[in-house]
Nanobody, 116 residues
Framework: QVQFEESGGGLVQSGGSLSLSCTASGGRFTIYAMGWYRQAPGMERELVADVRTDDVTTYADYAKGRFTISRDNAKNTVTLQMNSLKPEDTAVYYC??????????WGQGTQVTVSS
């Protein structure tokens, strides 16, 4: 079973920055991709960004140009740098890993609140 250590959420003013970090450990399968989803109240969970083992990245349209995802494969750590934050970025952000042969595993989530 994968264990997650997430950090970096919090409260920030509009236009500010936050950096989310997540380390995954304990999985039995090779991690193919790591990334972040988010879920705002009353909304479905949506992809923010992810990065594959070969460093190919995917970003949601709203994240392009503002967020940057990076990964340390040796440490199974993924970091999401979020700049120019907006109130609509307020959500619980969930780290996830995609393990080959085992599907997705999720962290417990970290709250990001952006005040106007």
């Amino acid at each position: 079973q994968v264990q997650f250590e997430e950090s970096g959420g919090g409260l920030v003013q509009s236009g500010g920055s936050l950096s989310l970090s997540c380390t995954a450990s304990g999985g039995r399968f090779t991690i193919y991709a790591m990334g972040w989803y988010r879920q705002a109240p009353g909304m479905e969970r949506e992809l923010v960004a992810d990065v594959r083992t070969d460093d190919v990245t995917t970003y949601a349209d709203y994240a392009k140009g503002r967020f940057t995802i990076s990964r340390d494969n040796a440490k199974n750590t993924v970091t999401l740098q979020m700049n120019s934050l907006k109130p609509e970025d307020t959500a619980v952000y969930y780290c996830y890993v995609h393990q080959l042969g085992a599907g997705l595993a999720w962290g417990q989530g970290t709250q990001v609140t952006v005040s106007s």
